[in-house]
């Protein structure tokens, strides 16, 4: 029975489905639009990442509207990348539509990156009560910093991920995923 990965094609994403597929665990990769601005460039990054790795194709889920009515600063260009970055219930959505497809595919689990233990155990409620069946949800990264992340991809060679919110071509170097990238490579140092 396969396990639902939200994917980004950012790096936490990639390593955390490369790591589900070597040890064996049929994943069914899911990426969703939100409305983010960095959606396209995530959307090729994913693509390619799981192309290379030999991992399953993603599918992609298209919600955007949520971040054009809920504007935050990784939706909306116009509000500050950084200082207005929160955006309401994300990651309740995100685990909400990965929990729904994995309801369609009839799997158990649902895996995201790194996130609080004690809202997964609360979104996992919610997902029961919405949906009748208990959906477990996986974080299978949350016991490492982001240095411990960066070590494990570049033993892996994972290169090419695409983490920055601001989706430009070139990374920001501002937005909170751009900062906590620089901050892990220096750690590294």
Partial sequence: MPIVTLVSGGLDSTLMSLM????????????????QLSAEREW???????????????????????GQVVPSGITNPSLRINEDAFLPGRNLLLLL????YA???????????????TFLRKAEDIIETTMGRR??????????????????AAARGISDTY???????????????????????????
């Fill in 20 to 35: 589900a597929h070597e040890e064996g665990v049929t994943i069914a990769p899911l990426f969703i639009d939100y409305g």
């Fill in 135 to 152: 959906i477990t949800v996986l974080a299978p990264l949350i016991e490492f910093s982001k240095t411990d992340i960066l070590q494990m």
């Fill in 44 to 66: 090729v990054a994913c693509r390619l990442l799981h192309e290379r790795y030999g991992l399953p194709e993603v599918t992609k889920m298209d919600v955007a509207g949520y």
């Fill in 97 to 100: 539509c990965g929990a729904a």
């Fill in 103 to 117: 309801y369609r595919l009839c799997a158990d689990a649902v895996a995201i990156g790194l996130l609080n233990l």
């Fill in 163 to 189: 983490s920055c919110h601001a989706g430009g071509a070139r990374s920001c170097g501002k937005c909170v995923a751009c900062v906590e990238i620089a901050n892990a490579k220096k750690e590294r140092r």
